[in-house]
């Protein structure tokens, strides 16, 4: 079994940062990527950010919403990726949930943090 879980949500005004950590433990070999999603009330799920690993070229890949003010790494030999989040706004607010692939395609989904921003 592979374990995904999330930490660093929470609430904070407009204009403040946050960071998101993610850590996945357990029975996976080999992960192509990690990232981030997010979900808002009513809304589909959406990509926010996904890095791969450094033996597939460690690119990054950003929702337009969130460039420049989020930046996703990873620290591939521990399978963590953080997200820091800065200059939130009240439309980043949403359940964030971290995404692994596996090198077979596989996806792992943690079980969300929460993410406010409000005044």
């Known amino acids: 079994q592979v374990q995904v879980v999330e930490s660093g949500g929470g609430l904070v005004q407009p204009g403040g940062s946050l960071r998101l950590s993610c850590a996945a433990s357990g029975s996976i070999f080999s992960i192509y990527a990690m990232g981030w999603y997010r979900q808002a009330p009513g809304k589909q799920r959406e990509l926010v950010a996904t890095?791969?690993?450094?033996?597939?070229?460690?690119?990054?890949d950003y929702a337009d919403s969130v460039k420049g003010r989020f930046t996703i790494s990873r620290d591939n030999a521990k399978n963590t990726v953080n997200l820091q989040m800065n200059s939130l706004k009240p439309e980043d607010t949403a359940v964030y949930y971290c995404n692994v692939v596996s090198d077979y395609g596989t996806n792992y989904w943690g079980q969300g943090t929460q993410v406010t921003v409000s005044s």
């Open positions: 890095i791969t690993s450094i033996t597939n070229g460690g690119y990054t």
